[in-house]
């Protein structure tokens, strides 16, 4: 069987993607809980000596293994996905360092109420989520938003 290209990937996550309404929560929701995932694995202790990234190791390493996958499906979206993630690690940074919540804690909050709003914009679709039929639709999503925004702008993926 064949691979995949990123466009038939946004092919197919598109499929359940339709409504307007759905569409608008996956650009709330899709962010937020990708930037979530990041925080869960910002608040993983680590010893201080780990080599290269300090205490956030598995931060950086999850970073690190999204973007492998998506450069397999593009170089283009995997450079804009990677800015993405530096942004996601220098705001788990500054709320690690200012919150008044610990950051663990707030990803938490987040992430329920915007897998919530995601059930919700696909009642209203009508249709399941696509990671019910493919987990890799998790790591999708995002790009299929870079995606969405990459045709705005005209450049190519």
């Not at 962010?31 to 990234?53: M, Q, R």
Request: glycine letters at 8%.
């Amino acid at each position: 069987m064949a691979a995949r290209s990123i466009h038939q990937w946004f092919a197919d996550y598109g499929v359940s993607h339709q409504n307007p309404t759905n569409k608008a929560v996956h650009w709330v929701c899709v962010p937020v809980i990708y930037f979530c995932v990041v925080g869960f694995l910002w608040s993983i202790p680590t010893p201080e000596v780990a080599p290269l990234t300090g205490r956030h190791v598995w931060a950086m390493l999850g970073v690190a293994l999204v973007s492998i996958f998506y450069m397999r499906l593009s170089l283009g979206i995997m450079i804009g996905m990677a800015i993405w993630s530096i942004l996601c690690l220098f705001v788990c940074r500054y709320v690690e360092l200012h919150a008044t919540w610990p950051l663990w804690a707030i990803c938490v909050a987040l992430f329920v109420a915007a897998w919530i709003g995601q059930f919700i914009g696909h009642k209203i679709e009508g249709k399941k989520p696509s990671f019910l039929h493919d987990v890799q639709f998790l790591i999708i999503g995002p790009a299929w938003l870079m995606g969405f925004i990459y045709r705005k702008l005209g450049i190519p993926y």
